[in-house]
């Protein structure tokens, strides 16, 4: 069984046009599910109205976006408007971010990292549906509604490494969105916890999105390079050595990098090999109960450019059965 395949953009930014040639792939696909994660040169909401505009219209996924950046009800408005430009629904996805970010940008860290999110969803989630938001919490507060607009619906997301976050998932999102995390470590830890989230509220499960950095195995080409291109800052964060930890996995790059980069192949986590291995281990993924796999050419675009990232994610998508219709 193959779950849902989307496809992540790599390159984001101020250049608009980088976009379109990712929009028309995506569209060309059946109309998969762009995604877009958080760029720092850039908005990341304009890329999907840009493509709208130029008549590349597709359901986007934004994700996981750093909710130091944005108050909520930003956040709210622009996920709408990204929903009634492109005609598709939206899948809105936010994190705290790193400890260190937030330091950066606030000054100092969140006190608890769930109880800021609890309340950031809060109210993302009752503007987005309508209703009546009065919240005055620690982190965010807000007291209001957002002004209607025909659109399709918004789904709320929230990036997921660990258990605590992935029951407060279950509690209060619409999806749970991992990176890097292997197939197992979802299916043993992140869904018991999204379950018990759930149950405690009544509530259904969650939707779950893997996001995994993929590359077809070419001649001249070295999986372990490719995976620190595009991996290797996720790798020296405290929070995914954690994640990865609790999986199993060795994945210290600053003692050797090689072998950590070498222990996310071993471990399915870097989907490399060709088309049959690809189709493999995101058949793991499906085992596991994910629901959709966002392949990224990420490491490609960072090694080779962003002419070879788009010819890989054409091949990407290819390889797991999703010719062009």
Same mark, same amino acid.
């Given at each position: %069984?193959?779950?849902?395949?989307?496809?992540?953009?790599? +390159?984001?930014?101020?250049?608009?046009?980088?976009?379109?040639?990712?929009?028309?792939?995506?569209?060309?696909?059946?109309?998969?599910?762009?995604?877009?994660?958080?760029?720092?040169?850039?908005?990341?909401?304009?890329?999907?109205?840009?493509?709208?505009?130029?008549?590349?219209? +597709?359901?986007?996924?934004?994700?996981?976006?750093?909710?130091?950046?944005?108050?909520?009800?930003?956040?709210?408005?622009?996920?709408? =408007?990204?929903?009634?430009?492109?005609?598709?629904?939206?899948?809105?996805?936010?994190?705290?971010?790193?400890?260190?970010?937030?330091?950066?940008?606030?000054?100092?860290?969140?006190? =608890?990292?769930?109880?800021?999110?609890?309340?950031?969803? =809060?109210?993302?989630?009752?503007?987005?549906?309508?209703?009546?938001?009065?919240?005055?919490?620690?982190?965010? =507060?807000?007291?209001?509604?957002?002004?209607? +607009?025909?659109?399709?619906?918004?789904?709320?997301?929230?990036?997921?490494?660990?258990?605590?976050?992935?029951?407060?998932?279950?509690?209060?999102?619409?999806?749970?969105?991992?990176?890097?995390?292997?197939?197992?470590?979802?299916?043993?830890?992140?869904?018991?916890?999204?379950?018990?989230?759930?149950?405690?509220?009544?509530?259904?499960?969650?939707?779950?999105?893997?996001?995994?950095?993929?590359?077809?195995?070419?001649?001249?080409?070295?999986?372990?390079?490719?995976?620190?291109?595009?991996?290797?800052?996720?790798?020296?964060?405290?929070?995914?050595?954690?994640?990865?930890?609790?999986?199993? %996995?060795?994945?210290?790059?600053?003692?050797?990098?090689?072998?950590?980069?070498?222990?996310?192949?071993?471990?399915?986590?870097?989907?490399?090999?060709?088309?049959?291995?690809?189709?493999?281990?995101?058949?793991?993924?499906?085992?596991?109960? +994910?629901?959709?796999?966002?392949?990224?050419?990420?490491?490609?675009?960072?090694?080779?450019?962003?002419?070879?990232?788009?010819?890989?994610?054409?091949?990407?998508?290819?390889?797991?059965?999703?010719?062009?219709?």
């Amino acid at each position: %069984m193959m779950p849902n395949i989307a496809l992540m953009m790599p +390159v984001g930014g101020a250049r608009m046009q980088a976009v379109l040639p990712y929009a028309a792939l995506a569209q060309s696909r059946g109309g998969r599910t762009l995604w877009l994660g958080q760029v720092l040169s850039g908005d990341t909401h304009h890329p999907f109205i840009h493509a709208a505009a130029a008549g590349f219209p +597709v359901p986007a996924g934004i994700g996981v976006s750093l909710m130091p950046l944005r108050h909520p009800y930003d956040a709210a408005v622009q996920a709408q =408007s990204v929903a009634a430009a492109t005609g598709h629904p939206v899948v809105a996805g936010y994190g705290p971010g790193s400890v260190s970010f937030q330091k950066r940008l606030l000054g100092a860290p969140y006190r =608890s990292q769930l109880g800021a999110v609890r309340e950031y969803v =809060s109210i993302l989630k009752g503007l987005l549906e309508g209703g009546e938001v009065a919240v005055t919490g620690e982190y965010f =507060s807000f007291h209001g509604r957002l002004p209607k +607009v025909t659109r399709p619906r918004v789904e709320v997301g929230l990036g997921v490494l660990r258990p605590g976050m992935a029951r407060l998932a279950g509690e209060v999102a619409d999806v749970a969105i991992t990176w890097l995390a292997p197939a197992a470590y979802i299916r043993d830890v992140i869904l018991p916890a999204l379950r018990e989230g759930a149950a405690t509220r009544g509530r259904p499960v969650p939707r779950v999105v893997a996001m995994v950095p993929a590359a077809l195995e070419r001649a001249g080409r070295a999986a372990e390079e490719i995976v620190l291109a595009g991996n290797r800052a996720h790798l020296g964060l405290p929070h995914y050595r954690d994640m990865l930890r609790q999986a199993g %996995m060795d994945t210290d790059v600053d003692a050797d990098p090689v072998k950590a980069a070498r222990a996310l192949v071993d471990g399915g986590v870097f989907l490399y090999g060709d088309a049959a291995e690809l189709k493999d281990r995101v058949a793991e993924y499906a085992a596991a109960g +994910v629901d959709e796999v966002v392949v990224s050419a990420g490491g490609v675009v960072a090694l080779e450019g962003p002419r070879a990232g788009l010819s890989e994610a054409q091949a990407l998508l290819a390889a797991l059965g999703c010719p062009a219709v």
